[in-house]
T-cell receptor
Framework: DQQVKQNSPSLSVQEGRISILNCDYT??????FLWYKKYPAEGPTFLIS?????DKNEDGRFTVFLNKSAKHLSLHIVPSQPGDSAVYFC????????????FGSGTQLTVLP | NAGVTQTPKFQVLKTGQSMTLQCAQDMNHNSMYWYRQDPGMGLRLIYYSASEGTTDKGEVPNGYNVSRLNKREFSLRLESAAPSQTSVYFCAHGTVSNQPQHFGDGTRLSIL
C-alpha cells in the first residue's frame, strides 16, 4: 500500500512557465513533508520542506503548498529553468513515532528551452 | 556529491557472495543513512546511524548489516547476496529535522 503517491511519472513544461508537481498521501498522521531533487547518476538532494502546521513554504523559485484536508501537497517552480529538469521525490513522515521517511516514486520534470 | 563518497559505483555479484558498500562523508554530520531504490518505487531506508557507534534498523533491514566505526564512515554489508537485493544503494548524511539532507551518487548493485 503506497502511502505517498506521485501519480504523474513525467511532466514537461516550457522554460519560463510554472511547473507544478503533485503528491498525495493517505496517512493523516504525517506531519512533515519534504521534496528532493535528483539528477541522473547523482543522489537526491533536499530541496524544500513543510510542517503540517503550515500550508505554504517558499524558498526562492520553489514553493510547497500543503492541503491537509485533501491530503495533498504540491511543489511549484516559477519560473521554470532547463536546469530544473530532474526527478522530484516527495516524502513524508510522522515525526513523533516514525524514523524513516515514506517516499513517493518520483516525477520526471523536463523543462523545454 | 554534497560531501558524500560511495564506493564502488557499480558491482555485479553472484548469489551467495558477500560485499561491503562503503560510504564516507566529510561534513562532520552525526546522522548517516543507507537507502535502496528499486524501479518504480521510492527510496526505502535500510539502516541509519544517529551518531558514531550507534545504528538502528529502518524499513527493510533484512539481509544487511551496517557498521559505524567512526563519525565519517558508515558501511553496509551483504553477507550472502540474493537477487532480491539487486538495487541502487544510496548513502546519505546530514539532517533536515532529523531527515537526510545529502545523498551520495549511489552504488548500482546487480546480483545474478
Amino acid at each position: 500500500d503506497q502511502q505517498v503517491k506521485q501519480n504523474s511519472p513525467s511532466l514537461s513544461v516550457q522554460e519560463g512557465r510554472i511547473s507544478i508537481l503533485n503528491c498525495d498521501y493517505t496517512n493523516s498522521m504525517f506531519d512533515y513533508f519534504l521534496w528532493y531533487k535528483k539528477y541522473p547518476a547523482e543522489g537526491p538532494t533536499f530541496l524544500i520542506s513543510i510542517s503540517s502546521i503550515k500550508d505554504k513554504n517558499e524558498d526562492g523559485r520553489f514553493t510547497v503548498f500543503l492541503n491537509k484536508s485533501a491530503k495533498h501537497l504540491s511543489l511549484h517552480i516559477v519560473p521554470s529553468q532547463p536546469g530544473d529538469s530532474a526527478v522530484y521525490f516527495c516524502a513524508a513522515i510522522q515525526r513523533r513515532s516514525a524514523r524513516q521517511l515514506t517516499f513517493g516514486s518520483g516525477t520526471q520534470l523536463t523543462v523545454l528551452p | 556529491n554534497a560531501g558524500v563518497t560511495q564506493t564502488p559505483k557499480f558491482q555485479v555479484l553472484k548469489t551467495g557472495q558477500s560485499m561491503t558498500l562503503q560510504c564516507a562523508q566529510d561534513m562532520n554530520h552525526n546522522s548517516m543513512y543507507w537507502y535502496r531504490q528499486d524501479p518504480g518505487m521510492g527510496l526505502r531506508l535500510i539502516y541509519y546511524s544517529a551518531s558514531e557507534g550507534t545504528t538502528d534498523k529502518g524499513e527493510v533491514p533484512n539481509g544487511y548489516n551496517v557498521s559505524r566505526l567512526n563519525k565519517r564512515e558508515f558501511s553496509l554489508r551483504l553477507e550472502s547476496a540474493a537477487p532480491s537485493q539487486t538495487s541502487v544503494y544510496f548513502c546519505a548524511h546530514g539532517t533536515v529535522s532529523n531527515q537526510p539532507q545529502h545523498f551520495g551518487d549511489g552504488t548500482r548493485l546487480s546480483i545474478l
